[in-house]
């Protein structure tokens, strides 16, 4: 879920609920934030066949590819034997 396409009301429950999660997790908890760049060349190859005309399709694609990153997010916990 990307947060930021989220009202601002749901923004602050959402972290509200996390916050109050961490209160009461496990002290092994571990969180993990991974980011890798998006590919975006098939993105880029999309709109040249959209608009072949237009001289600013370069331009978008380094935009795109500047600014899009996929996150990953990872909740690690340890667990002992039984």
């Not at 098939?42 to 399709?57: P, Q």
């Amino acid at each position: 879920m990307n947060i930021y396409l989220r009202s601002p009301n749901d923004r602050q429950n959402i972290i509200s609920s996390y916050a109050a999660h961490l209160k009461i997790a496990l002290d092994s908890l571990q969180l993990e934030a991974r980011t890798l760049p998006a590919d975006t060349a098939a993105y880029v190859d999309r709109m040249k066949e959209y608009a072949e005309h237009e001289d600013n399709i370069a331009q978008i694609g380094e935009g795109v590819a500047i600014d899009a990153i996929w996150y990953r997010f990872f909740l690690i916990f340890s667990t002992r034997p039984t």
